[in-house]
């Protein structure tokens, strides 16, 4: 419940900056949940409960176009802080990087 407590003050203090806002990626219902209840005040927040991957190859086409609404054309790229699952770290880095979306920062844990 720790990594859950600091995952959701993470996300409480990135939610302050810009009008792009936060858009939180989470497969676990509980976590989901949780994470529902304690951000449901910011209006800036998007939390999708879902796998960030549809396939080993391809983005999940929510996490997508929730991409594309928050941060349209022409405006700075968007920045990734993560904590991924050793299983998961390399394809969604090589999916994110392979798009054609510029990614001035990546910040990803990787879970052993």
Known sequence: MAAVSRCLRLCLSFSAFGPCGVISVEIDPNVHGLAREKLAAFENVTLL???ILETK?????????????RVPAG???PKLVANLPYAVATP?????I??????PLLVVTVQW
């Open 49 to 51: 409960n879902t796998d």
């Open 57 to 69: 190859h391809r983005l999940t086409p929510a996490v997508v176009q929730e991409l594309d609404r």
């Open 75 to 77: 405006s700075p790229g």
């Open 92 to 96: 969604v880095i090589g999916n994110l």
């Open 98 to 103: 392979a798009e054609e979306r510029e990614w």
